[in-house]
């Protein structure tokens, strides 16, 4: 059976353990926060470049006609269907869609960790209301221990 100074020290014990947990959500969230920040700039610019390349290929499309009659117009066409449609154009959608599912997925974990941290302090909770009960039971039996020695 332990002792009512054993569980203050065990129940002060969990209430750091609290506080630390708290601490790390604040961290967690906080981290969270900026990074959604970042996913959000990080979509407006995909989706931003995606719209640019999609109206320039758009007005590359005024100028097929025009390659018909004009060596220039082919050439100019072939050159810039290269930049617009080509490995460079690609590499970056691909490097957009690889970073935004990388930033989700560490939102994902961020939010497990913080669930995790949350679940932690509930049962931190759970056993300091355990702790007081055990401590007001060994205080009436102390009291009653008293109280018959006194008899």
Do not use: C, P
Not at 49 to 65: G, P, V
């Amino acid at each position: 059976m332990s002792s009512i100074a054993d569980l203050e020290s065990e129940k002060e014990w969990y209430y750091e353990k609290i506080s630390e947990a708290k601490a790390q959500i604040k961290k967690l969230e906080n981290n969270h926060d900026s990074l959604s920040l970042f996913k959000n700039d990080a979509t407006k610019s995909s989706e931003s470049f995606y719209s640019i390349n999609s109206k320039k290929n758009s007005y590359l499309s005024d100028i097929e006609e025009l390659k018909k009659n004009s060596r220039m117009s082919k050439r100019y066409y072939k050159g810039m269907k290269g930049v617009l449609d080509g490995t460079g154009a690609k590499i970056v959608l691909v490097a957009y869609s690889v970073l935004l599912k990388n930033v989700k997925s560490k939102l994902d974990d961020y939010i497990k960790k913080i669930n995790k941290l949350e679940d932690d302090i509930s049962r931190y909770y759970e056993r300091i209301a355990a702790i007081n009960a055990e401590i007001t039971s060994l205080r009436a039996a102390e009291k009653t221990n008293w109280t018959t020695q006194q008899a």
